[in-house]
């Protein structure tokens, strides 16, 4: 009940594509679900956020959709760049523990020029 | 200002040896894990402080494993002895509580037991 589901596990999309990725979780507990963009040799680094409060979360480029029904939660790179080739990340936590994420399997994307 | 700070960023070992990674957090920050990243196992929570008390160690695979934070600004974690399957890349992270939950990751470091 602790796991967060990503996928896909790699993703490859043409420069000014719409890379969609995905995840999904089952503690309902879970109520603050960021994102994390890693690049080689790097340590993750928090890209958006998102709390159920709301549906959909946008930060320049990219944007979170939030379904609290189905338990699911995606990120959507708009006009995407060779410069967000990296590997995503999705996590969730719960209230009183917003540091204990759990992360999903990580997605490596990579934007063709 | 100066991020999560880990040291060393790679080490290679023996079987059998001690291993000492550390950690310096970013300055004001009031909670520090340890996670570990490996191919098939992702991004793994090993343990975590708060106000440097060990909160949750539940993800410490096993005693081989010890971490300990005797300030504010310095956390080690120690494999003793080390095994091949210990081969991974051990990142610290440091936030402060009340602020979202914003983990600030290190860059890591790599370690391979031979």
């Known amino acids: 009940q602790q796991q967060v589901k990503q996928s896909p596990q790699s993703l490859i999309v043409q420069k000014g594509g719409i890379p969609i990725i995905n995840c999904a979780y089952e503690n309902t507990a879970f109520d603050y679900f960021p994102w994390y963009q890693q690049f080689p040799g790097k340590g993750p680094a928090l890209l958006i956020a998102i709390r159920p409060d709301v549906s959909e979360k946008k930060e320049g480029r990219f944007t979170i959709s939030f379904n609290k029904s189905a338990k699911q939660f995606s990120l959507h790179i708009m006009d995407s760049q060779p410069g967000d080739s990296a590997t995503y990340f999705c996590?969730?936590?719960?209230?009183?523990?917003?540091?204990?994420?759990?992360f999903g399997q990580g997605t490596t994307l990579q934007v063709k020029p | 200002d100066a991020g999560v700070i880990q040291s060393p960023r790679h080490e290679v070992t023996e079987m059998g040896q001690e291993v000492t990674l550390r950690c310096k957090p970013i300055s004001g920050h009031n909670s520090l894990f340890w996670y570990r990243q490996t191919m098939m196992r992702g991004l793994e929570l090993l343990i975590y402080f708060n106000n440097n008390v060990p909160i949750d160690d539940s993800g410490m695979p096993e005693d081989r494993f010890s971490a300990k934070m005797p300030n504010a600004s310095f956390s080690t974690l120690k494999i003793q002895p080390s095994e091949p399957r210990d081969s991974a890349v051990y990142f610290c992270a440091s936030s402060f509580r009340g602020l979202g939950g914003e983990l600030f990751f290190g860059e890591g470091s790599r370690l391979t037991v031979l």
């Open positions: 996590a969730a936590s719960q209230s009183g523990n917003t540091g204990k994420l759990i």
